[in-house]
């Protein structure tokens, strides 16, 4: 690698659109993915995912733009959700082993008939693990407006969002509409897993919406702190990742490109495990009752 | 029916599932008026703080505040439920649950002002709460727990304040210290308290008014009026003794079939 920019990197039409694209997406999937993790919502954010995988291989047979077919399924699998109770445990227990498996059979239906015809051998590839370099230029409004509406929304309900985590009977008492509420994050959320799997796949959609959210939760304590958080390390994570995956091209098997999901999934567990070699500030503060510097402790723990 | 009640409750009834949770019951609550809902658990005193809240609809009867049908949505009624379901890892500070008691239930953003902080703190002072503002809610114990929620349900300036189970899993200081910080707040404030409880020895100093729930109906008046055997039996369906031991109340039933010498507490707790 003779520079950490390969030639070309800053000229290139896709890597702009690459950037750009991602930007947006990452930072969605991030403000997005704090109130997943707060709502003790990552299951349902991840059988979203499998179901668009089903949406975005259909779409391919068809011959449509793959966002699309991940927006209809994750939509109506939202809906779906919402009517089932995806937050009871029964519930869950039936979307797991019916839904979820169903969905993916029919994707693995999809995919393999798909193949066939076209003998695009790459789109397997690009529906399960994404194809940041190759969107499409004209489905770049869509997804840029679709990213601010699902971020627009959670920034709507953020609030409400927090006190319905808090306790549900409450924001109930106070006049919340709250299975409405939830309904529409529910949606946010689905939108978000379909941007998600645009640029890095549909099955690693939810590590971009769970994985900056996670890190940000073990390290900020306020939510609009985690936010911001979960947000840069997306941001970040994006980044790094096209830039990696550009540099790569170089690198053996010479010619041919890693994947940026490879690249932006690592960076993304990577920060998580960071987190860990980190003293926990609070953990700390119990244990010395206040003798560390650390803002957070002397915050956390005077003596009782 | 007296027209000062800024609570009343009208005959209500709740029947669920083909069972009669509350039947018949009726009682008023006046500004200021420290009440205590006491009863067994499975009584129903839950469900009638959520026919209060407007959370449990009644198959009977009505709840009228200030004399008048409660409206759908009111912000004179506080309420601190009996547990909440946070992770620590949720990242929501003491202060921002306080907080949230002001706008919690309103969309959109805010942008933080001097004057919410000051309000935020002075609410955290007032319920000693003020040493942990910074903690994440769900790191918290349960006695501190109760400290933050009833400041978040009195930011908001309520004129009636519910509680269920607030001392429940609690220690003996943190139970004392919560009663002393309702007390000191419903005299201060002028806010009325509605609080539930299985056991009723912690509230003993600070209770005007007993509400005492058994098989899904009522008896209310003084602690004297209310505690006695011939009330609380009528009300249990079955015989009860009132027992006075150094200073604590024990309400101890008779269950069919075994006799008197054999009684047992109820669950209703009286032993502690």
């Given at each position: 690698m003779h520079y950490v920019f390969e030639p070309g990197f800053f000229s290139s039409g896709p890597v702009h659109v690459a950037l750009a694209v991602g930007t947006v997406i990452a930072i969605t999937s991030a403000v997005v993915g704090v109130f997943t993790v707060t709502r003790g919502q990552s299951f349902a954010g991840h059988s979203l995912a499998d179901i668009a995988t089903t949406g975005g291989s259909g779409a391919f047979l068809i011959g449509v733009n793959q966002f699309w077919g991940y927006l209809a399924f994750g939509a109506g699998a939202a809906a779906f959700m919402e009517m089932i109770g995806i937050q009871?445990?029964?519930?869950?227990?039936?979307?797991?082993?019916?839904?979820?498996?169903?969905?993916?059979?029919?994707?693995?239906?999809?995919?393999?008939?798909?193949?066939?015809?076209?003998?695009?051998?790459?789109?397997?590839?690009?529906?399960?693990?994404?194809?940041?370099?190759?969107?499409?230029?004209?489905?770049?409004?869509?997804?840029?407006?679709?990213?601010?509406?699902?971020?627009?929304?959670?920034?709507?309900?953020?609030?409400?969002?927090?006190?319905?985590?808090?306790?549900?009977?409450?924001?109930?008492?106070?006049?919340?509409?709250?299975?409405a509420v939830g309904a529409a994050y529910l949606m946010a959320l689905a939108v978000s897993v379909a941007l998600s799997a645009v640029i890095i796949g549909a099955v690693l959609s939810t590590a971009l919406l769970i994985g900056p959210a996670a890190t940000a939760l073990r390290l900020a304590k306020s939510p609009l702190k985690a936010v911001i958080t979960a947000a840069g390390i997306g941001v970040v994570a994006i980044w790094l990742g096209i830039v990696l995956a550009y540099d790569s091209f170089y690198w053996p098997p010479a010619g041919r490109g890693w994947p940026v999901s490879f690249f932006v999934v690592t960076l993304i567990v990577g920060g998580y495990l960071v987190t860990y070699l980190r003293r926990d500030p609070?953990?700390?503060?119990q244990e010395q009752a206040g003798q560390e510097q650390s803002i957070d402790a002397e915050q956390a723990c005077s003596p009782v | 029916m007296t027209s000062d009640d800024l609570l009343r409750l009208q005959n209500v009834s709740v029947r669920l599932g083909g069972r009669d949770i509350l039947c018949d019951v009726s009682f008023g609550i006046r500004p200021g008026q420290f009440t205590g809902l006491i009863g067994p658990n499975g009584a129903g005193k839950t469900t009638l703080l959520k026919v209060i809240l407007g959370l449990q609809p009644v198959t009977g009867g009505a709840v009228l505040l200030d004399g008048e049908p409660r409206p759908a949505r009111d912000a004179s009624i506080g309420y601190v439920p009996q547990k909440l379901g946070l992770e620590p890892d949720?990242?929501?500070?003491?202060?921002?649950?306080?907080?949230?008691?002001?706008?919690?239930?309103?969309f959109g953003i805010r942008l933080p002002s001097r004057a919410r902080r000051e309000l935020v703190s002075d609410m955290l002072t007032a319920v000693g709460a003020q040493r942990y503002a910074d903690a994440r809610v769900g790191e918290l114990s349960g006695g501190e727990q109760q400290r933050v929620m009833i400041a978040h349900a009195l930011i908001s300036r309520p004129r009636l304040l519910l509680?269920?189970?607030?001392?429940?899993?609690?220690?003996?200081?943190?139970?004392?210290?919560?009663?002393?910080?309702?007390?000191?707040?419903?005299?201060?404030?002028?806010?009325?308290?509605?609080?539930?409880?299985?056991?009723?020895?912690?509230?003993?100093?600070?209770?005007?008014?007993?509400?005492?729930?058994?098989?899904?109906?009522?008896?209310?008046?003084?602690?004297?009026?209310?505690?006695?055997?011939?009330?609380?039996?009528?009300?249990?369906?079955?015989?009860?003794?009132?027992?006075?031991?150094?200073?604590?109340?024990?309400?101890?039933?008779?269950?069919?079939?075994?006799?008197?010498?054999?009684?047992?507490?109820?669950?209703?707790?009286?032993?502690?």
């Open positions: 009871r445990r029964r519930g869950r227990d039936v979307a797991t082993g019916v839904v979820l498996g169903a969905a993916l059979g029919l994707a693995a239906l999809f995919l393999y008939l798909g193949t066939q015809y076209s003998s695009t051998t790459g789109a397997s590839f690009s529906i399960l693990f994404g194809s940041i370099f190759v969107i499409t230029p004209s489905t770049v409004p869509a997804l840029i407006a679709s990213a601010l509406l699902a971020l627009a929304t959670v920034v709507a309900l953020a609030r409400v969002l927090l006190l319905t985590s808090l306790s549900p009977d409450i924001a109930a008492a106070r006049g919340v509409p709250v299975r609070r953990r700390a503060g | 949720v990242p929501l500070r003491v202060r921002d649950v306080v907080s949230l008691g002001l706008d919690g239930h309103k509680l269920d189970e607030p001392l429940a899993n609690l220690d003996i200081s943190s139970e004392q210290g919560i009663v002393s910080v309702l007390a000191r707040l419903a005299r201060a404030e002028r806010v009325a308290v509605l609080l539930s409880a299985h056991d009723m020895n912690p509230l003993m100093p600070v209770m005007d008014r007993i509400v005492y729930v058994a098989a899904g109906r009522v008896a209310v008046g003084d602690t004297d009026e209310v505690v006695q055997p011939e009330v609380l039996s009528r009300l249990y369906g079955q015989h009860v003794d009132v027992i006075r031991v150094h200073g604590r109340i024990l309400v101890v039933a008779a269950p069919e079939g075994v006799d008197e010498d054999h009684a047992v507490a109820e669950d209703a707790g009286v032993m502690r």
